[in-house]
């Protein structure tokens, strides 16, 4: 009766998760959320103002579907100058959200059959639009030992002659990994020799606790085949304003814009002139978030470690953390369960970003450190009461 392409069709278990939350809260149970990636922080003001006056000045009607000529101008000049390479604006596209810049350059670059490679575990939307496709999607291993960073050779064994995208996130989704500088150059003279598409996921680039973020697009000959992913969600926390960008090149551009205009039609006008404000205006308060995102970090490593058969490293970037959790003898994915039903602790299976993530669960710490203490402790008490098949 529908489509078999919609069998192809992944989600968001995040969402599941959150769902399931509020079901129990609504029946009276208190729920320590750890489980959803969006900040805890209100929008700036400043943004906030901006939009508010957007809506006064008029800005309420279509605008062309690739973004407002000013939007996409602020943007190349911000992207020109955080990035250091040169972006113009035809080389933008605003769009509702990050995910549509996946969505639709997928779209544009992928046919049946094709192969596009993934981290894995990562965010689940990667493989469910490839496969949604009818391409392949080729999962490459991202190991604890690894500090969760891609092994370039096996990288290189992935790749065949069917193979048109790559996908990077860094950094990284569900794990905090940031990719080495290094580990980027290798990539970038590997894959511009084979004239590949890379799908950079850069959208947590500003929450980053240790050096500076790197972008494979900077590297010599690699920003005609880069496509930069990214928004105003995490860095001004703005998850329901749904604002995001691609940067790309012009032809790969007008596609998406042809795409967005058959499906969204354009991205909301006075959201885009409140994003517009958010990128110009002095960056204090996001500097804010990160510090705080970075003392709620050491706390959460450290409950996390304290807790027997958990085993957590530090993350470099994200507002994540990624725990072994093999050494508690229960499966990760009866864990997470048992913690949201039994310890009201909600939070992710490994497995909820790919097969590859078995054994680990995903907390996030956009929450303050007294939730992040008192949902640590729970998981504590609950695995340190109970055996593996669950008993006290």
């Known amino acids: 009766m529908y489509a078999k392409r919609m069998k192809r069709l992944g989600t968001e278990t995040a969402f599941e998760v959150l769902a399931r939350a509020r079901q129990l809260e609504a029946k009276g149970v208190k729920v320590v959320h750890l489980e959803i990636g969006e900040p805890d922080f209100d929008t700036p003001a400043n943004i906030k103002n901006a939009a508010i006056e957007a809506l006064k000045e008029g800005y309420t009607h279509y605008n062309p579907s690739a973004g407002l000529p000013e939007v996409r101008a602020t943007i190349a000049a911000y992207m020109t100058k955080d990035r250091g390479i040169p972006v113009k604006p035809e080389n933008v596209v605003v769009v509702p959200g990050a995910k549509p810049t996946l969505f639709f350059c997928a779209l544009a670059i992928l046919e049946e059959g094709d192969e596009a490679i993934y981290p894995n575990p990562g965010f689940p939307i990667y493989e469910s639009v490839i496969r949604f496709l009818g391409a392949k999607a080729v999962p490459i291993k991202l190991r604890e030992e690894n500090e969760f960073n891609l092994d370039v050779d096996e990288l290189e064994k992935k790749i065949t002659s069917r193979t048109r995208l790559i996908v990077l996130n860094s950094p990284h989704n569900p794990t905090g990994g940031v990719l080495p500088y290094d580990q980027l150059k290798r990539i970038a003279e590997m894959t511009y020799k084979k004239n590949l598409f890379i799908l950079s996921d850069e959208i ?189």
């Not at 970037?317 to 508690?328: Q, R």
């Open 204 to 392: 947590y680039s500003k929450i980053i606790y240790e050096g500076k973020h790197a972008s494979i697009a900077a590297f010599p000959g690699m920003q005609e085949k880069t496509i930069i992913l990214d928004g105003y969600s995490k860095t001004y926390a703005m998850t329901g304003w749904r604002l995001g960008y691609g940067v790309m090149n012009e032809t790969l551009a007008k596609h998406v814009a042809r795409l967005q205009t058959n499906c969204t039609s354009c991205t909301n006008s006075f959201i885009q002139r409140a994003g517009m404000k958010a990128l110009t205006d002095p960056q204090d308060e996001p500097k804010k978030m990160v510090a705080e995102f970075k003392r709620r970090r050491d706390v959460i490593v450290d409950e996390a470690n304290a807790i027997r058969g958990f085993e957590c490293l530090k993350p470099h970037g994200a507002f994540y953390v990624f725990p072994n959790v093999t050494g508690t003898g229960i499966d990760s994915d009866e864990l997470a369960r048992r913690l949201l039903d039994e310890a009201g602790v909600a939070v992710l299976s490994g497995t909820a970003f790919g097969k590859y993530g078995k054994g680990y669960l995903r907390f996030s710490y956009a929450n303050s450190i007294e939730n992040i203490k008192e949902g640590l402790a729970k998981v504590k008490d609950y695995v340190e009461s109970h055996d593996k098949k669950g008993r006290r």
